[in-house]
């Protein structure tokens, strides 16, 4: 299975300054075939379900703030909340999908400082 | 706009079964992969299983804490996703989404999820 890791377990920010999420695989999960990476963002808000952010490690969803950025190729993943505004508080995870079965990161807690 | 609606869940004693269902609308429901990921009170997310569009022959794969006792099915003329759970254990207690895969050709991440149903296993 891929193990992914991510870093910190939480953070706190402060209003309009920026806040980077690390997350690790255990194996590559770049295909080369279409030279890809199967890596996914959500955020989770209390009492919601996950929302997609980013996919294909940089791909930003429709309709998400491009404050937000997803970076990194192989093994090594960073998303980045560039000006972190109060909405953004939330539990943010990484996921695999190169191979089942899939998997997740423990999440990062993201508050306000 | 997409909608997935799970339904079906409940409190239910360990070894029993119960069968969630996750209602789709505003897409066409056949031509998209569908999966259950679940996330346990206060805990992350766990990947249950998915089962693929028709065009990639309907197949399903499950983690391995599920394979063999729950099952994954479709039915595209109604466009319901459903969820076989048996031989529950305490452990299977979590919420259980439905999701979407975010394309056509791609079934092991996102964009839709339902809001959740609660499956509570407990004597």
């Known amino acids: 299975d891929i193990v992914m890791t991510q870093s910190p377990d939480s953070l706190a920010v402060s209003l309009g300054e920026r806040a980077t999420i690390n997350c690790k695989s255990s194996?590559?999960?770049?295909?080369?075939?279409?030279?890809?990476?199967?890596l996914t963002w959500y955020q989770q808000k209390p009492g919601q379900p996950p929302k997609l952010l980013i996919y294909?490690?940089?791909t930003r969803e429709s309709g998400v703030p491009d404050r937000f950025s997803g970076s990194g190729s192989g093994t090594d993943f960073t998303l980045t909340i560039s000006s972190l505004q109060a909405e953004d508080v939330a539990v943010y995870y990484c996921?695999?999908?190169?191979?089942?079965?899939?998997?997740f990161g423990g999440g990062t807690k993201v508050e306000i400082k | 706009e997409v909608q997935l609606v799970e339904s079906g869940g409940g409190l239910v004693q360990p070894g029993r079964s119960l069968r969630l269902s996750c209602s789709a609308s505003?897409?066409?429901?056949?031509?998209?992969?569908m999966s259950w990921v679940r996330q346990a009170p206060g805990k992350g997310l766990e990947w249950v299983g998915f089962?693929?569009?028709?065009?990639?022959?309907?197949?399903?794969e499950y983690a391995a804490s599920v394979k063999g006792r729950f099952t994954i099915s479709r039915d595209d003329s109604k466009s319901i996703a459903y969820l076989q759970m048996n031989s529950l254990k305490t452990e299977d207690t979590a919420v259980y989404y439905c999701?979407?895969?975010?394309?056509?050709?791609?079934?092991?991440?996102?964009?839709?999820w339902g809001r959740g149903t609660l499956v509570t296993v407990s004597s």
């Open positions: 999701t979407r895969g975010i394309d056509k050709a791609v079934a092991g991440t996102w964009d839709y």
């Open positions: 505003g897409f066409t429901f056949g031509d998209f992969a």
């Open positions: 089962i693929r569009n028709k065009a990639y022959g309907g197949a399903t």
């Open positions: 194996q590559s999960v770049l295909y080369s075939s279409d030279n890809k990476n199967y």
């Open positions: 294909w490690a940089s």
């Open positions: 996921q695999q999908y190169y191979t089942t079965p899939l998997t």
